[in-house]
Nanobody, 123 residues
Framework: QVQLVESGGGLVQAGGSLRLSCAASRQRFSNYAMAWFRQPPGQEREFVAAISGSGSSTYYADSVKGRFTISRDNAKNTVYLQMNSLKPEDTAIYYC????????????????WGQGTQVTVSS
């Protein structure tokens, strides 16, 4: 079992920045690919970014490419999502997810999920 706890959400003006963190309970954290998904109000959950266990490979949704950066610190069992140049359409609940093995970009491929953290971007 992997327990994930997100933090760092909040209210920010358009153009601003936030950094989300996701702390994992599991030892051998590097065995797990990690990802961020988000669910905007009234919409389905969508992929945001993913990172391999070693951190050497990263993947992004086109909508956030160039603005968001995913990273991880395996010594701290933590994955981060740095969000810059935020837009109102980035408003959503952001979820951290983990899966053992290779990186994936579909939510059904992730077995472990955090409780989510709200990000609200005002115009």
């Amino acid at each position: 079992q992997v327990q994930l706890v997100e933090s760092g959400g909040g209210l920010v003006q358009a153009g601003g920045s936030l950094r989300l963190s996701c702390a994992a309970s599991r030892q051998r954290f590097s065995n797990y690919a990690m990802a961020w998904f988000r669910q905007p109000p009234g919409q389905e959950r969508e992929f945001v970014a993913a990172i391999s266990g070693s951190g050497s490979s990263t993947y992004y949704a086109d909508s956030v490419k160039g603005r968001f950066t995913i990273s991880r610190d395996n010594a701290k069992n933590t994955v981060y999502l740095q969000m810059n140049s935020l837009k109102p359409e980035d408003t959503a609940i952001y979820y951290c997810a983990a899966r053992r093995g290779i990186t994936a970009m579909k939510d059904y491929e992730y077995a472990y999920w955090g409780q989510g953290t709200q990000v609200t971007v005002s115009s």
